[in-house]
């Protein structure tokens, strides 16, 4: 992950899809997935939603396929409004999210991998939490708080 990639408190995202397509273009921009990314992970999330609701907080994992990505990256943002996605394996539970971390992986087995090791460190409350409070300007607060978590 490198600060480029991380997104704080972003306002005017009013639903999952612009959220999906504000980060899958940040990741175009920087030349991480081809063009077709952003249409591939919106249609993946419509049959296979992302959502994960939390405690208190809900965290969207949005991916797809590994033909659509030209190098490995992560991806993070937090709303500055949660916006609603369907929860994960469900067709009709909505999740409030505030923190989206899409995955570009270009090794299609390095992919579940990766979820897992997210779903663990995204269960830490306290870390949600602090990097939900991070500023616009704090992208090495994030990466230092993920550090500290071995997740990079």
Do not use: W
Request: proline residues 3%; charged residues 20%; contains cysteine.
């Amino acid at each position: 992950m490198d600060e480029n990639l991380i997104f704080l408190q972003v306002s005017g995202i009013e639903t999952a899809e612009e959220a999906l397509t504000y980060l899958g273009n940040r990741l175009q921009e920087q030349q991480f997935v081809k063009d077709t990314f952003v249409p591939a992970i919106i249609e993946r999330e419509n049959v296979f939603p992302t959502g994960l609701q939390f405690e208190d907080y809900g965290v969207a994992l949005p991916h797809t396929d590994a033909q659509h990505v030209t190098q490995t990256q992560v991806a993070l943002m937090t709303l500055e409004k949660p916006v609603t996605f369907t929860q994960m394996a469900s067709k009709d539970q909505e999740v409030a999210v505030q923190l989206i971390v899409m995955l570009a992986i270009k090794e299609a087995h390095s992919q579940l991998e990766m979820l897992q090791t997210l779903m663990g460190v995204l269960q830490d409350r306290d870390l949600v939490h602090r990097i939900l409070a991070c500023h616009a300007n704090q992208q090495g607060q994030v990466l230092e708080l993920l550090s500290s978590h071995h997740i990079l």
